[in-house]
């Protein structure tokens, strides 16, 4: 069978498509030349499914994405203390390339925008050490997160260079205001290269993904950054981390995010996952017009604003397999497989994707394609606490799709599953209190159970 999930995405990426507005970026010229009809949205769950569709291999320099990975970088390498004697944590509401710093304390806003964001490039390795052994380790520690190694453009690193005297400037400000210790041209040499990394959309959403499982690498299972240095970087973030309209994005959207020039952006959302979409199109803010379109439109339609916080809990999903003779609707001696999935706990969209990915291992085609079916599925809602909407949407899609040509059962004494009455699906499903209804519906009275076998 196949997922619903990469069509959706389709769905959510043809929608944005028709937005023609905002140009790319055009103070580096490499960028202003980016082909504007490049298109892509991925997404990682925190257990490490990638989906992605659209130019999903394309790649493009990371820029301002770089930023919130850096920061957990810093603080690994000098402590959060350390760090926020140089860098605040406050939104700025001021364009990223401002030259500002926080009356008072003389640091810049926060690590998000450019002032910022050099400041805290210096504070990687040693902060006396080399532009090369600071590029070299933020390459190895983005490389890690990807999954796989990168490398810096050096086509967008000259590109930017040749025409960096704002970055320069903040530079020398820091330098002045004492909250950089090294020479301030090698600072912003190291920051244009930290920008000009390259990645495509899956490896941004793995690495937001490790960001949303709190520092685990969701692929890996490798602990990579911290727990609190997480909550940090994901708290700045969620104020300050789409430019000037941090307030907008966290109340519309209500994801931790970042974006960049290239027309990238990702959001991490804790305990479920990492997104990442791409296009070059920029609002006068500096946000791709269409990736804030399809973060949008992935955030109402998944339930994924973290503030709607609607149920606490986790779901856990078994599979099994039960073989069944004897019962009234089967010849004398036939056994027949049927295939059993049960759902436990608060279920939202991670548990449905979890479910949804065990109904794909157990129903999935032979060698020569066609789909080894048993001849009932049974799903089992007996343990299920709640399903939210979208787990729900996600469980009776999942349902339509294999009633088409497998009988379908359904446990569910509570009724958590509420199939609508005017459900295509509703005649041909039934609905009953426990498993020996279950069984003796599929084989009939003095159905027995032959062997079951554990599939996880
Ligand atoms: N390299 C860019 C700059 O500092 C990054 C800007 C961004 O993506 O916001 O101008």
């Not at 955030?299 to 069944?324: E, K, N, P, Y």
């Amino acid at each position: 069978m196949k997922s619903p999930i990469p069509d959706y995405l389709r769905n959510v990426l043809e929608k944005a498509r028709p937005l023609e507005g905002g140009e790319p970026a055009n103070y580096i010229d490499v960028l202003a030349d980016a082909d504007p009809s490049r298109m892509a949205v991925s997404l990682c769950t925190v257990d490490g499914s990638v989906y992605s569709v659209g130019d999903d291999e394309v790649e493009f320099s990371i820029q301002s994405i770089s930023k919130p990975f850096v920061y957990a970088l810093a603080i690994q390498d000098q402590g959060l203390e350390a760090v926020l004697e140089k860098v605040g944590v406050e939104p700025s509401g001021d364009a990223f390339n401002r030259l500002s710093l926080e009356a008072g304390t003389n640091r810049p806003m926060n690590p998000m925008i450019n002032a910022g964001a050099v400041a805290t490039h210096a504070l990687i390795a040693s902060p006396n050490g080399s532009v090369e052994k600071r590029v070299d380790r933020i390459v190895q520690a983005l490389s890690r997160l990807a999954g796989r190694q990168l490398h810096v453009d050096q086509e967008v690193y000259e590109a930017e260079l040749k025409d960096a005297n704002r970055n320069m400037g903040i530079g020398y400000m820091l330098k002045a205001a004492g909250m950089i210790a090294c020479d301030p041209q090698d600072a912003v040499r190291g920051y244009i290269a930290q920008c000009s990394i390259n990645v495509n959309v899956r490896d941004l959403a793995v690495m937001a993904a490790t960001l949303g499982n709190a520092g685990i690498h969701p692929v890996s299972g490798e602990r990579i950054i911290p727990q609190e240095s997480v909550r940090q970087v994901l708290s700045v973030m969620a104020t300050c981390g789409m430019y000037n309209s941090s307030g907008e994005w966290i109340s519309n959207v209500g994801i931790p995010a970042k974006s960049g020039v290239s027309g990238g952006i990702i959001g991490a959302l804790p305990g479920q996952l990492g997104l990442a979409v791409f296009s070059p199109r920029l609002d006068e803010r500096g946000n791709s017009v269409r990736g804030v379109a399809m973060c949008k439109k992935l955030s109402h339609d998944m339930g994924f604003h973290m503030m709607d916080m609607s149920q606490i809990g986790r779901a856990s999903v078994r599979s099994w397999t039960t073989t069944i003779a004897g019962g009234s609707k089967m010849p004398h001696a036939c056994e027949e497989q049927v295939a059993v999935f049960e759902l436990r706990g608060a279920v939202r969209f991670a548990g449905a994707e979890r479910l949804t990915r065990a109904i794909m291992r157990e129903i999935r085609p032979d060698e020569k394609g066609r789909e080894g079916r048993p001849c009932a599925v049974i799903f089992s809602f007996r343990h299920t606490y709640s399903l939210n909407d979208v787990a729900r949407r996600l469980i009776h899609e999942n349902i339509h799709r294999l009633a088409v040509d497998t009988n379908v059962v359904v446990i569910d004494p509570a009724g958590v599953l509420k199939l609508p009455e005017d459900d295509p699906m509703k005649p041909i499903v039934a609905v009953v209190q426990n498993e020996a209804e279950a069984r003796d519906y599929v084989g009939g009275i003095g159905c027995k159970i032959v062997s079951t076998a554990d599939d996880i």
